[in-house]
C-alpha cells in the first residue's frame, strides 16, 4: 500500500460527517441507542466532527429503529452549538408533507441555522405498506415535496399543484433561520435523479458512493448538468463508508469483520433490491481496462465485500491502512466524508475511540 502523506500536505482537510442507523441487533435497547448516539454527537462536536447523519427507517425491530431523525436531531441540537444536523436521509415520502415543512423550518430555529434537508426517496417496500403508500411512486412524491418545501420556506402563501401533493393558500411559520432555505441534498443512485438534482440545483449524496468509480461518474455527470443550467459545480463531494480505526490493524480487522458482517446481514433483510441496484451502478461505472470478475454464486464474504479498495463499503484497519483506504475515493475529488462509526451494535466506548484516533491520525491527511 503507498502512504499518500506528502500528496495531500496543503490541501485543505475534508469534512466528516457521523452517519447512524440505530442497530440494536437485540443487545442494545432503543433508548440506549439513541443516548449513546448523542453523546457520541457531543463527543464527536468536540473533536471537530462537521454533521451527525441519521437514517429514517420504519417498522424493524432490530434494523434502524429511527422513525423520526427531526426528533433525534431536536435532542442533538439541544446539546450541541456547532455539528451540523444533516439526516440521511429524511424518507421524505413516508412524511406528511406541510408537518415536514414546518418541522424543518422550525428546527433551523433553534438550532440557529443548523439543519440540512437532506432526503431519499425510500427502499424498502415493507415500510410504505402500512402508511398504505406504494413504493413503486416514491421518487415523484419525494420531487414533489421538496419543490413544495422550497418554495413555503421562500415565498407567502403558496399553492402547489402535483400528481401527489396538492395543497391550497398555505404560508407555514416559521420560516427556517437559514435564507434562502436550508440546503437541499437528494441521496440517490439513479442518474435521472441526479440530473433533476443538478437542474434545479440541489445537491447529491452517491448512494453507491464507496465506489471511486461511481463517484466519478456522479461527480461528472452533475456538474455537467448543474452547468448546463447555469448554476456551479457541486461544491459538496460526499462519500460513505462504515468504518472503524485501532492502533492495532490485528485488532482492528477482527472488530471490524466482526460488527460490519453484523451490519450487513441485518441490511438485506428487506434490502436485497437495493444492494442488486448498488452492485449493478458500482459495475456500470467501473473502467473496461479494470473489469472486475464476479464469479457466478460467489459467497458473501468479508473477503468479498470489502477486499478490493475500489468497491469496499468498509475502510478498517490502523491509521496508514484507513488512509490508504479513503484515499482511493478522495482522488476522485471528493471533500466530505459520511463514516458509519457506530455499527453492528457496536460498544460506544470502541465507538469513541475510533473518532478520536481518526481525527488525530487519519484525518490530517485527507
Known sequence: MKLYTLLFIGRKKMKVGLFYLFETLGVKTPGQAYREAVEEAVYGEELGFEAVCPAEHHFSAHYGIMPDVLDFLSWVSARTKKIRLWPMVVVSPLN????????????????????????????????????????????????????????????GKVDYEGQFVKIKGVEIQPKPLQKPHPP???????????????????????????????????????????????????????????????????????????????????????GEHLYKHLAKKIMETWPEDRR??????????????????????????????VIDTLSVCKETGANFFIGGFNMGAMDTAEVKNSMKLFMEKVIPYL
Not at 128 to 135: A, K
Not at 240 to 256: C, M, N, P
Not at 292 to 313: A, Q, R, S, V
Open 292 to 321: 472486475h470478475e464476479i464469479k457466478e454464486n460467489e459467497p458473501i464474504t468479508f473477503e468479498t465485500l470489502c477486499g478490493n479498495p475500489n468497491y469496499t463499503p468498509l475502510a478498517w484497519g490502523d491509521p496508514k491502512r
Open 96 to 155: 406528511e408533507t406541510i408537518r415536514l415543512a414546518e418541522r424543518v423550518a422550525m428546527l433551523d430555529q433553534f438550532s440557529e441555522g443548523r439543519v440540512v434537508f437532506s432526503v431519499g426517496s425510500g427502499y424498502r417496500s415493507y415500510e410504505f405498506e402500512p402508511f398504505g403508500l406504494s413504493i413503486k411512486d416514491n421518487w415523484k412524491i419525494m420531487r414533489e415535496q421538496i419543490e413544495f418545501c422550497v418554495k413555503c420556506w421562500t415565498d
Open 184 to 270: 437541499v441534498f437528494i441521496t440517490t443512485a439513479r442518474d435521472d435523479q441526479i440530473i433533476w438534482a443538478a437542474e434545479h440545483n440541489f445537491c447529491v449524496i452517491p448512494a453507491a458512493g464507496f465506489s471511486p468509480y461511481e463517484l466519478s461518474h456522479v461527480f461528472e455527470l452533475y456538474d455537467k448538468v448543474a452547468q448546463e443550467n447555469g448554476f456551479e459545480k457541486a461544491k459538496y463531494r460526499i462519500f460513505f463508508k462504515w468504518i472503524y480505526v485501532d492502533k492495532s490493524d490485528k485488532r482492528a480487522r477482527e472488530l471490524a469483520e466482526n460488527f460490519f458482517m453484523k451490519t450487513v446481514m441485518a441490511f438485506f433483510y428487506g
